[in-house]
């Protein structure tokens, strides 16, 4: 596509660089889909393989060296261990407390903290905290929209890549929305804060506008879409697209085998599954 | 031209069958009751289902293409409108979804209005991929934003299933409101849904309870061996008392939306989609229980976990607790869903819901 972007003129060459997400460091570079596959591959073999020293080799030779590679394994880590922490105090309080052990570690009123249970515990956040580096590394060093086109590219339909695409502007206008609706609905006189009834009996005063606002939305925004050939058939043009390698195509299939064989391994029961 | 559907449907209900009847017979399918009181082989044979009902959907499909080169059964449901709404419907799961589990606190979670949404008004296959598509999205598209979450993805094929029934449900009549129905109507239709449900209840959501209170170390055991199935009730365990109430609070809000809208409206169509959300939630039990068991050692960080500590605290292993818990959340949850979609259709324009290619036949062309 180079040779084509050379006989563009200068507004034209503006507007396809301004398609092109900054790739600041060499995992930004990689193709999105490889990056989406690693993630994929980290959290499934994650789930497959119990264990704490299988975990903590995942992350480190999973996670790990694309975290440093894009600099970012700071946010990574932190944003992992945030997401993780609501789960890691549930489960520890269901399970610590709850699960029948043989060990009993201390007592709380009519609940014994068995050893079981913390291990089990323990184990279960190890292997969410792998998961959700594994996936937010992807997020950190990938254009969503680079992602999109990448799919795109492969034959996925472009109206349902619009659809995905779409969301990404989608989430922040409806947050907006409900704000607006829930500032008005104040203004006259809805209670939002309070009891746990009064709080659930106000989602519909405020889902309500928002729902209806959108079905309307959804109108005007298709008229506009459609006078504008996006019902139209056939294949599209795409300006630009990530770049893909034969090493990275390989390195794909070699994970997709990976998975199968682990899954296939899991399900025979060649290997155990904990928790 | 029907004979055409017919073969169609023909060919895709027998492989449906066969690969049932493969699935099954080709392994050991344990039929007894499990400890929990469900048989063993129910995620096996849940899993059997799904692969089949995909082999049967593809050789529907394919007798389509031989019969017409087109596959307009599925583009259909797939309109320009249909696909601007898509976005809308999944940042509408996604928003919600967070704001409820992480604010409210209760046991619901309220993630997928927009699914159903899509479902009723485009038809069960939309629907079905804006559930799948939510949960991808929001796991991989909005992986670097504060809405993004790495744990949505492993519950895509729920969301797929919610997406599918409502659908079919929106084709059924499901959410069309039957307003100023006759009185003997409405009677007959009260007591319909009520048999619908307490089926619902003693085959779908009882069994999962049936040996709770009864699992070793348990004080609530009777020395003889024999265990009364309400026997947790006796516990006086503080974590029950506080469940019960909340619970109580939830239902007792449901029912007086559903007395007003059946006393003042005379309107049938709540006792359709209260059978339909209550369907719908008890599938959905089933199918996001082994996902929780598995992946989240049975907790989501929301309202939802200290039912879960409740009933292992009562005795069940892990998979059973999550099971009597969803078994709870799931139907409440899908049953107000189905509630709020049903209330917020019923007064939006015919003409807006009519230009959906299921807008029409889902919720007819007359404003009541």
């Given at each position: 596509?180079?040779?084509e972007?050379?006989?563009?003129?200068?507004?034209d060459?503006?507007l396809?660089?301004?398609l092109?997400?900054?790739?600041?460091?060499?995992?930004?570079?990689?193709?999105?889909?490889?990056?989406?596959?690693?993630?994929?591959?980290?959290?499934?073999?994650?789930?497959?393989?119990?264990?704490?020293?299988?975990?903590?080799?995942?992350?480190?030779?999973?996670?790990?060296?694309?975290?440093?590679?894009?600099?970012?394994?700071?946010?990574?880590?932190?944003?992992?261990?945030?997401?993780?922490?609501?789960?890691?105090?549930?489960?520890?309080?269901?399970?610590?407390?709850?699960?029948?052990?043989?060990?009993?570690?201390?007592?709380?009123?009519?609940?014994?903290?068995?050893?079981?249970?913390?291990?089990?515990?323990?184990?279960?956040?190890?292997?969410?905290?792998?998961?959700?580096?594994?996936?937010?590394?992807?997020?950190?060093?990938?254009?969503?929209r680079?992602?999109v086109v990448?799919l795109e590219r492969r034959g996925v339909s472009p109206r349902l890549a619009f659809a995905i695409g779409a969301?990404?502007?989608?989430?922040?206008?409806?947050?907006?929305?409900?704000?607006?609706?829930?500032?008005?609905?104040?203004?006259?006189?809805?209670?939002?804060?309070?009891?746990?009834?009064?709080?659930?009996?106000?989602?519909?005063?405020?889902?309500?506008?928002?729902?209806?606002?959108?079905?309307?939305?959804v109108e005007a925004r298709s008229l506009a879409l459609e006078a504008r050939g996006f019902g139209r058939p056939g294949p599209r043009h795409l300006l630009w697209a990530?770049?893909?390698?034969?090493?990275?195509?390989?390195?794909?299939?070699?994970?997709?085998?990976?998975?199968?064989?682990?899954?296939?391994?899991?399900?025979?029961?060649?290997?155990?599954?904990?928790? | 031209?029907?004979?055409?559907?017919?073969?169609?449907?023909?060919?895709?209900?027998?492989?449906?069958?066969?690969?049932?009847?493969?699935?099954?017979?080709?392994?050991?399918?344990?039929?007894?009751?499990?400890?929990?009181?469900?048989?063993?082989?129910?995620?096996?044979?849940?899993?059997?289902?799904?692969?089949?009902?995909?082999?049967?959907?593809?050789?529907?499909?394919?007798?389509?293409?031989?019969?017409t080169r087109r596959l307009d059964?599925i583009t259909h449901q797939f309109t320009t409108r249909t696909i601007v709404l898509m976005p809308?419907?999944?940042?509408?799961?996604?928003?919600?979804?967070?704001?409820?589990?992480?604010?409210?606190?209760?046991?619901?979670?309220?993630?997928?209005?927009?699914?159903?949404?899509?479902?009723?008004?485009a038809?069960?296959?939309a629907?079905?991929a804006?559930?799948?598509?939510?949960?991808?999205?929001?796991?991989?598209?909005?992986?670097?934003?504060?809405?993004?979450?790495?744990?949505?993805?492993?519950?895509?094929?729920?969301?797929?299933?919610?997406?599918?029934?409502?659908?079919?449900?929106?084709?059924?009549?499901?959410?069309?409101?039957?307003?100023?129905?006759?009185?003997?109507?409405?009677?007959?239709?009260?007591?319909?849904?009520?048999?619908?449900?307490?089926?619902?209840?003693?085959?779908?959501?009882?069994?999962?309870?049936?040996?709770?209170?009864?699992?070793?170390?348990?004080?609530?055991?009777?020395?003889?061996?024999?265990?009364?199935?309400?026997?947790?009730?006796?516990?006086?365990?503080?974590?029950?008392?506080?469940?019960?109430?909340?619970?109580?609070?939830?239902?007792?809000?449901?029912?007086?939306?559903?007395?007003?809208?059946?006393?003042?409206?005379?309107?049938?169509?709540?006792?359709?989609?209260?059978?339909?959300?209550?369907?719908?939630?008890?599938?959905?039990?089933?199918?996001?229980?082994?996902?929780?068991?598995?992946?989240?050692?049975?907790?989501?960080?929301?309202?939802?976990?200290?039912?879960?500590?409740?009933?292992?605290?009562?005795?069940?292993?892990?998979?059973?607790?999550?099971?009597?818990?969803?078994?709870?959340?799931?139907?409440?949850?899908?049953?107000?869903?189905?509630?709020?979609?049903?209330?917020?259709?019923?007064?939006?324009?015919?003409?807006?819901?009519?230009r959906f290619p299921?807008?029409?036949?889902?919720?007819?062309?007359?404003?009541?």
């Amino acid at each position: 596509m180079a040779d084509e972007a050379a006989d563009l003129s200068a507004p034209d060459a503006q507007l396809l660089a301004r398609l092109i997400p900054p790739t600041p460091t060499v995992w930004d570079r990689y193709n999105p889909l490889t990056k989406a596959t690693l993630a994929a591959a980290t959290t499934i073999a994650a789930l497959g393989l119990g264990g704490y020293l299988t975990q903590g080799l995942l992350f480190a030779a999973l996670v790990l060296p694309g975290a440093i590679a894009g600099r970012v394994v700071w946010r990574v880590v932190r944003t992992a261990a945030l997401v993780t922490l609501p789960l890691a105090v549930a489960v520890g309080l269901v399970s610590v407390f709850t699960r029948p052990g043989l060990t009993i570690l201390f007592r709380v009123g009519p609940f014994d903290a068995t050893l079981e249970g913390l291990d089990f515990a323990a184990r279960v956040v190890v292997h969410l905290f792998v998961m959700a580096a594994a996936l937010i590394l992807f997020g950190a060093t990938t254009s969503p929209r680079a992602f999109v086109v990448d799919l795109e590219r492969r034959g996925v339909s472009p109206r349902l890549a619009f659809a995905i695409g779409a969301v990404l502007d989608t989430v922040p206008a409806i947050v907006e929305r409900a704000r607006e609706v829930l500032e008005a609905q104040r203004a006259r006189g809805l209670d939002t804060e309070g009891g746990l009834l009064r709080r659930a009996t106000s989602i519909l005063p405020l889902a309500g506008p928002v729902v209806v606002g959108a079905l309307h939305h959804v109108e005007a925004r298709s008229l506009a879409l459609e006078a504008r050939g996006f019902g139209r058939p056939g294949p599209r043009h795409l300006l630009w697209a990530p770049a893909d390698t034969a090493t990275e195509r390989a390195i794909r299939w070699l994970l997709l085998v990976a998975v199968v064989a682990l899954v296939v391994a899991a399900a025979t029961g060649a290997i155990s599954h904990a928790p | 031209m029907i004979s055409r559907i017919w073969l169609r449907v023909l060919v895709g209900g027998a492989a449906l069958a066969g690969t049932v009847f493969i699935g099954l017979s080709g392994s050991s399918f344990d039929t007894t009751p499990a400890a929990g009181g469900v048989p063993a082989g129910a995620n096996q044979f849940m899993l059997v289902l799904a692969l089949a009902l995909i082999v049967g959907f593809l050789f529907y499909e394919a007798v389509e293409w031989l019969q017409t080169r087109r596959l307009d059964s599925i583009t259909h449901q797939f309109t320009t409108r249909t696909i601007v709404l898509m976005p809308f419907a999944i940042a509408l799961n996604i928003v919600l979804g967070q704001t409820v589990a992480s604010a409210l606190k209760l046991p619901i979670y309220l993630d997928s209005i927009g699914t159903i949404l899509v479902g009723v008004l485009a038809g069960p296959l939309a629907g079905a991929a804006t559930g799948l598509l939510s949960n991808l999205a929001w796991t991989f598209m909005l992986a670097s934003t504060p809405f993004g979450s790495p744990y949505a993805w492993p519950f895509a094929i729920t969301a797929t299933e919610i997406g599918l029934l409502a659908g079919l449900f929106g084709y059924l009549g499901a959410f069309r409101p039957r307003p100023r129905t006759l009185p003997a109507m409405l009677v007959a239709g009260v007591v319909a849904g009520a048999v619908l449900l307490g089926a619902l209840l003693w085959y779908g959501i009882l069994p999962a309870y049936r040996d709770l209170g009864c699992g070793p170390g348990n004080a609530a055991a009777s020395p003889d061996g024999v265990c009364t199935p309400i026997a947790f009730l006796h516990t006086s365990d503080p974590l029950f008392i506080a469940l019960a109430i909340v619970l109580l609070a939830i239902v007792i809000m449901a029912a007086v939306v559903l007395l007003v809208r059946l006393a003042r409206d005379r309107d049938l169509g709540v006792v359709y989609v209260l059978v339909a959300g209550a369907v719908c939630g008890v599938v959905s039990a089933f199918i996001s229980t082994p996902i929780a068991a598995l992946v989240f050692g049975g907790v989501t960080g929301s309202g939802t976990d200290f039912l879960v500590a409740a009933f292992q605290q009562a005795g069940s292993s892990l998979e059973d607790a999550v099971r009597q818990q969803s078994l709870i959340s799931d139907p409440i949850d899908k049953t107000i869903t189905y509630l709020i979609v049903f209330t917020l259709l019923a007064s939006t324009s015919r003409r807006l819901t009519a230009r959906f290619p299921q807008g029409e036949r889902a919720l007819g062309t007359v404003e009541d």
